[in-house]
T-cell receptor, first 117, second 118 residues
Framework: AQTVTQSQPEMSVQEAETVTLSCTYD???????LFWYKQPPSRQMILVIR??????QNATENRFSVNFQKAAKSFSLKISDSQLGDTAMYFC??????????????FGKGTKLSVIP | GAVVSQHPSWVICKSGTSVKIECRSL??????MFWYRQFPKQSLMLMAT?????????EQGVEKDKFLINHASLTLSTLTVTSAHPEDSSFYIC??????????????FGPGTRLTVL
């Protein structure tokens, strides 16, 4: 069965510093997707970054980048120049195909990130 | 782009009544939508996959007769919690699958609906 593990329930970082959130997963598929979503206090789930498993190049989105290690089944998120608005719950998610061109997401338990001014 | 709305944002109802939650993709068509449930300080659990024009696919342990899902158009899916009880109180979140054609298809989420059953 697919699983997603986030081993850091809570983390904190000083404003303008860099922080890395870890995520490991398990899947028997060779083609899948990985995502990081953030959920601020408003509880709106917001896509941060995504990665296709077949791509070796790590995805980047402005201050957000990932370190995708397929063999190790690791997918960490690095946030550079942390901002107060980055304070949120961060969920790592694994997307596996479920037929008809769609896929299902399995979420980790989340990491609560606090950015300290 | 890729905006998903949910209505209502919160609802309080009496035990035994039914509640309908709407999920709309505002600027794209979604043949596939998903319904999740999130308990306080916990992760999202997939309840069911909603496919336009066909029956929803429910995850193991989710009661089909209690959580009725209808996906009647390419922009609207509804979740009806029938005969609600206090244990159904939760935060319900929908997502819609945006099919890019150029990059990864991505699920975009609605803002959620907080259901409280008295």
């Amino acid at each position: 069965a697919q699983t997603v593990t986030q081993s850091q329930p809570e983390m904190s970082v000083q404003e303008a510093e860099t922080v890395t959130l870890s995520c490991t997963y398990d899947t028997s598929e060779n083609n899948y997707y990985l995502f990081w979503y953030k959920q601020p206090p408003s509880r709106q789930m917001i896509l941060v970054i995504r990665q296709e498993a077949y791509k070796q190049q790590n995805a980047t989105e402005n201050r957000f980048s990932v370190n995708f290690q397929k063999a190790a089944k690791s997918f960490s998120l690095k946030i550079s120049d942390s901002q107060l608005g980055d304070t949120a719950m961060y969920f790592c998610a694994l997307g596996e195909h479920s037929g008809a061109g769609s896929y299902q997401l399995t979420f980790g338990k989340g990491t609560k990130l606090s950015v300290i001014p | 782009g890729a905006v998903v709305s949910q209505h209502p944002s919160w609802v309080i109802c009496k035990s035994g009544t039914s509640v309908k939650i709407e999920c709309r993709s505002l600027d794209f068509q979604a043949t596939t939508m998903f319904w999740y449930r999130q308990f306080p300080k916990q992760s999202l659990m997939l309840m069911a996959t909603s496919n336009e024009g066909s029956k929803a696919t429910y995850e193991q342990g989710v009661e089909k007769d209690k959580f009725l899902i209808n996906h009647a158009s390419l922009t609207l899916s509804t979740l009806t919690v029938t005969s609600a009880h206090p244990e159904d109180s939760s935060f319900y979140i929908c997502s819609a699958l945006f099919v890019s054609g150029r990059s990864t298809d991505t699920q975009y989420f609605g803002p959620g609906t907080r259901l409280t059953v008295l």
